[in-house]
């Protein structure tokens, strides 16, 4: 199995950044596409952003500018700076990860964290 931890949600003011980091770990066999989605209370969750092993990169337009995904594949992390934070950026974020893991059956599945909270308020 492999599982996936976020970390760096909290709380910011409009204009500030934070830094979201998530860590895959457990029986991984490969990592290829991992992302962040995000749910805002009442609404559907939303690509923001995506990042695949070959470095192609995909933004929602109500991001691009203003945060940027990276990756490192060697410790299978990746990492969301958001800045210049705005209230409508209130929401769960969540982690993603297309893989396989070596335990129990080898097949590509996707990955979820659990979310971590991210809240723009003054």
């Known amino acids: 199995q492999v599982q996936l931890v976020e970390s760096g949600g909290g709380l910011v003011q409009p204009g500030g950044s934070l830094r979201l980091s998530c860590a895959a770990s457990g029986d991984i066999f490969s990592i290829n596409a991992m992302g962040w989605y995000r749910q805002a209370p009442g609404k559907q969750r939303e690509l923001v952003a995506a990042?695949?092993?070959?470095?192609?990169?995909n933004y929602a337009d109500s991001v691009k500018g203003r945060f940027t995904i990276s990756r490192d594949n060697a410790k299978n992390t990746v990492n969301l700076q958001m800045n210049s934070l705005k209230p409508e950026d209130t929401a769960v974020y969540y982690c993603?990860?297309?893989?396989?893991?070596?335990?129990?059956?080898?097949?590509?599945?996707?990955?979820w964290g659990q979310g971590t909270q991210v809240t723009v308020s003054s």
């Open positions: 993603n990860a297309e893989g396989v893991a070596g335990y129990p059956d080898m097949l590509e599945r996707d990955y």
């Open positions: 990042l695949t092993s070959g470095g192609t990169t």
